[in-house]
């Protein structure tokens, strides 16, 4: 592996080519970035024309630093971009993040200038990321270099795109949502490094659990696909492709130049090469998260435990659409169920546990359901998020009696509910774990993608059966596609 | 109109028939919803075993009751039902909500339990709902008889629901996005109302914008679809039709009974009387509202403005996936935009702003898109949102610096792009309302639909490009079927 790539992903010091201390200016959105964080590596601002910025002493050029430099993210005008290679050059430095935009993207000069920083940069052997990317972040060693500082928790979920715009937002939801980030990548222009040399490097760092993929454009699509088919035996990669249309296709070219290419040959190319394929952004997220937490089910089976029939059906509906099948339940099941539920049960997958029940039922059910030899995934609908409705019925109940109540007061009431729900999740993730199967609960709120940590795990829950849906679906692929691999070696011997 | 439907959804007086002051119990939360917003009806406890609940004086039945009762609404065990609905008679009472489960879902007894009470009201006059619901709620009346208290805004939209937990998630939903409700009705097993008659008087109330519903299974299909060609002239109506796979048509059955019928066949009858037919419960949501608050457009070409490439990208392949037509820029509009955006920019619907910019730029690109003839409806990609990532700035400074700044200097930061958002909302509400065509905003936030209030009137905006073009989408079918049924008329003369 290119150990450029370690300089870039992991620096111990880093100049910011541009540095400003004024805000709204790249050069200070990117510095602010990586100095607001918890970054313990040294940080060197390089700007002629102050002597310090933010608190740190600024430097003419690269030159004048008299410490070893690990990489050089350039905020600067594209045609000073030459002179900071050589920069980089005389310095010793392999590893370069270039912000700057005025490349290939605008056309004639800007696609000169791009050939001219590659032959630069390929005779002093640096390696460079972009141009005109937002960026990259490496969590577990709190460093980011990106126009908006965002400061993610380090995690499993690794993040490649090939849009700044798209790439940041998809950051800024993991931090909010703490699913917990590896390393970001936006490739940018892609002058030299690739979206697939990410994806390699991705491949050999243990603490990259799952990569997600926003592509417009593969220009060596074989490459791809084998390092691709490498890297998905090890752990999970979930891509969208964009362009798929003719208008987003054109799009596309405009956008970063690239040669979009059938969609129907990225689609079997992913198959090929084990790549989880989604539709949207929001599902990429998702997947990917899922895929960063959750144990990967072998087959497509699944079964499903709702608290009331409506959920159930749009459940089991989505499910034949995405492929998956909702096996009947065998007598023994059936049994055992008898035992907990009403006697007007449905008997079905999905099962309905009717009325409101305790968390101690819902555990069972599941228990039952994921410890069932026909399925590999279980999805619960509708059993987490109450304690919203128990806090509007305290409201209600403030607004009869025409005051406030304490707070105690409003804990002791809501205590059971949330006890019941830690207890609900925390039962949930013990059986995911016993049992290495998903469940993925389906909550009441608003909220989307949400994960709970608990002593046996993470708990992924969404918002909707679709979103739930979905995320089984792709794992399904993902886990048939490994038994397949499996199959093949077997064979193979 | 059945002016019994004017006393069950704006009722001057109502009594609840199993109150209780036990939280949990469903006649204490019933009871609760009622008195816990502002409705200004008499409210009668029925309750033998009580002198007095939540405050109020209790009825041993509702025969004891000294004053006039509009609707009764039953949370008493099935088999008391029909001695409440003997009380009803006796007390000239024409309006019931049937709460109580226990009836047909459960099987023999409960079947002709149903049978019964079903002939009890015919032979008294007594229109009832349910049983087995959950509910109705009427927000201009501040009327709710809910299982958990959620009190939305009055608003426009009126939602019926076969499935209670589906019916009750979309109205807490309705709440928490301030979205506005009109009414509100859970139908549950329609022994005698069915959704087809809710959706008459919907049609018949002008507080009534727009229509959500959730439908497991309609009995007389053809009355129905009567019913919504007559609607659908007057507001947009939109469904989700469940259990249209084989596992989910087999679990309606045994959910409320209900016959599912074939899909195609629903498909085929939302068409031809002009429902607008969606796929999952938040599409649902999320059509429904932009239906009660936007214009509808009269074909499906669209124009797109995004900032940054990728979002416009997947804007225009979802457009095709949908059917809907992005037109190719006249030399006009690329004229007027020439002086506007930088000299790279790329020429193409989706219009690229690229940099940031600022809001009179995205306005008067929005303005120049929705005067353009060839269009109908506009997305505005990455524009609204900005200000979490200003916040996000302004907390890395305030590291950097090692101290919290004032609250007064953090608003003084994020001031100008508080006010430059507001800006841009209230300038895309005036565009929309000058050239009656929706403007759907793509926020960078992660809260899904947002409605934002202006003197110009609401602006949506959603979080994802899919979600918009989900929504012109099936705005955009409801337009072009109300341009041909205009032109049936006009070749029908």
Redesign the interface.
Known sequence: MDTRLDKMFFPKSVAVVGASDI?VKWGN?IL??I???RYEGKVFPVNAKKDTI??LKSYPSLRDIPEDVDLAVFAIPAQFIPEGFRDCAAKGIKAAVVISSGFR???GE?ARLEKEIAEAAHESGLLFIGPNTMGIASAHIAFEALP????PEPGGLAVI???????L?IL??IA??NIGLAIYAGTGNETVLKAGDILEYLGSRDEVKAVAM?I?GIDDGRKFAGIAHEVTRKKPVVAIK???????S???Q???GSMAGSYATYTAMFRQSGIIQV????ELLNVATAATHLPIPRSNRVGIMT????????A??????SGLV?PRLPESIIKELDSLLP??W?R???V?VVGEGDPSLYLKVIDALARWDEVDSIIAL?IIGRS??VE??I???E??DGKLYSRELKLSILKDQIRAEDQTISGIAKIQKETNKPIIAVA?T?G?LTLADTSHGRVVSV????EAVTIVGHLSWYGSYLEGQKADAFQAV
Do not use: V
Not at 161 to 167: A, E, F, T
Not at 242 to 248: D, E, I, L, N, W
Not at 316 to 321: G, I, K, P, T
Not at 463 to 466: D, G, L, R
């Open positions: 805000p959105l602010t970035s100095l607001g964080w933010l608190g993207e605008i056309g800007g908006t500082p965002t400061g795109s090939q849009s700044g715009n798209i790439g937002q800024k939801w909010h949502k926003y417009e964009t362009g798929r249309s003719q208008a987003g054109k799009a596309a405009s956008h970063t539709r949207t952004p929001s608290m009331g029939g409506g959920w159930g059906i749009i089991a509906d989505e499910c034949e659409d909702l006697a007007y449905n079905r997958n999905p309905d509708g919203g409705y509007d019925f409201a209600a109940q607004r009869i009441l608003e989307g918002s909707t059966p679709e």
